[in-house]
């Protein structure tokens, strides 16, 4: 049975919006038997007795500070002390599961399968991974938890976040990595929001607000253009999905 799993970690994130919408998405998009798992640094939230699924105690880094501080503890998920041991299929909290999810569960013959940067847009061949959608077999890869923890101070001080060090760890090891088919998961401010951005940028206008002008995208008569075979819509950084007319429409 393949283990559906989150890491909400923090008070920037309400269980009862933020896993109920992606545990409700999950469970009306995917076929094949699943567990859901949610790594946690508040197990008791009574929000998690109104759903099947199995919390996990988040370790306890007091000295991460910052915005990104949240993103380190997706790390935990690679160590055997999190309790996974077969299939596990990961998604960002801020994502919208809006079509089917089991063309990911075994694509890649059982390579790691994560999702290219979506700085592609602009640089096609961009090395950086992007940590919002993952998939792996456990086992296989509990050394990236040694990797990291044997100099998990080091890591933290050197790179941004969780997913340049995923980047480092297959930069040698690009045999075992795969990344998704773009279409399948994209970006919703740079790729789907009204057709895309037409050329290299933020999707913020001049006081660094969402959305940029009409004029900077493929298509500014459409709210969005999102391809048929997209099953994830991708919120990076802002806007947050509820914070759009797409994530009032298919949040349930």
């Not at 004029?215 to 950084?237: L, N, R, T």
Request: with cysteine; proline share 7%.
């Amino acid at each position: 049975m393949i283990e559906v799993a989150c890491v909400c970690v923090g008070k920037k994130y309400d269980p009862a919006l933020y896993v109920d919408q992606l545990y409700k998405g999950v469970l009306a998009n995917i076929s094949e038997p699943y567990s859901f798992v949610v790594i946690t640094d508040t197990p008791e939230h009574p929000y998690y007795n109104t759903i099947p699924c199995r919390t996990v105690q988040a370790p306890n880094w007091g000295n991460l500070q910052g915005p990104r501080e949240a993103w380190w503890y997706k790390m935990f998920m690679f160590s055997p002390e999190a309790g996974f041991t077969d299939k596990v299929f990961y998604c960002d909290l801020d994502v919208i599961i809006q079509g089917s999810l089991d063309k990911f569960l075994d694509y890649g013959n059982n390579r790691f399968a994560i999702c290219q940067d979506f700085n592609r847009k602009w640089v096609p061949n961009y090395r950086v991974s992007n940590s919002s959608i993952m998939r792996w077999h456990a086992p296989d890869y509990y050394n990236i938890w040694k990797e990291f923890n044997d100099d998990k101070d080091a890591f933290i001080k050197k790179f941004l976040g969780d997913q340049d060090f995923m980047t480092h760890y297959f930069a040698e090891r690009e045999e075992l990595k795969v990344w998704w088919p773009e279409r399948w998961a994209m970006s919703f401010k740079w790729e789907l929001y009204r057709g895309g951005l037409i050329k290299s940028g933020t999707g913020l206008d001049e006081n660094n607000n969402w959305p940029a002008s009409p004029s900077m995208y493929a298509v500014p008569e459409q709210p969005w253009v999102i391809p048929d075979e997209c099953s994830i819509v991708v919120f990076h950084g802002d806007p947050k999905p509820w914070d759009t007319e797409l994530g009032k429409q298919r949040i349930r």
